[in-house]
């Protein structure tokens, strides 16, 4: 893994307990030189990322639309659910952590990408890992 994303990794991990997405924000951007893009992704040259917030455990926000996550798969892409009161969780959402997307991608191809994905449509484990 780039020295850049671990770094990155690193700093949510320690601030797992920042309760408030704005703070979380503050905190990635004083760390590392992020570019905004519209309105919810932050990028480096390394690795892009969404904030999200949740008052509890659910996770079912939509996170973004395919074609923006599409603009940005070639490095890795974050999101980084602030769940207030408890510890914060960073998943990786390319494309290939996506178990399904939305209804409304019903005439997705490779030259119509549209529709959007759901928190919960993030896959949360990858059971692949560590099979022989």
Same mark, same amino acid.
């Given at each position: 893994m780039n020295q850049i994303v671990?770094? /990155?990794v690193?700093?949510?991990e320690n601030n797992k !307990? +920042?309760?408030t997405k *704005?703070?979380?924000?503050? $905190?990635?951007?004083n760390s590392f030189p992020m570019v905004k893009d519209g309105r919810a992704v932050y990028h $480096?040259? /390394?690795f892009a990322v969404i904030f999200c917030y949740s #008052?509890?455990?659910s996770f079912s926000n939509v996170i973004l639309s395919l074609s923006k996550l599409e603009k940005y798969d070639h490095i890795p892409c974050f999101v980084v659910?602030? #769940?207030k009161d408890l510890d914060n969780v960073i998943y990786l959402i390319n494309t290939t952590f996506l178990d399904k997307i939305s209804h409304s991608s019903q005439d997705l191809r490779a030259e119509n990408i549209r529709g959007s994905f759901l928190g919960s449509n993030i896959r949360k484990e990858l059971t *692949? +890992? !560590?099979k022989k």
């Open positions: 671990h770094n /990155f690193q700093l949510v !307990g +920042i309760n *704005e703070e979380m924000i503050k $905190t990635v951007c $480096t040259d /390394f #008052k509890n455990n659910l602030v #769940k *692949e +890992i !560590g």
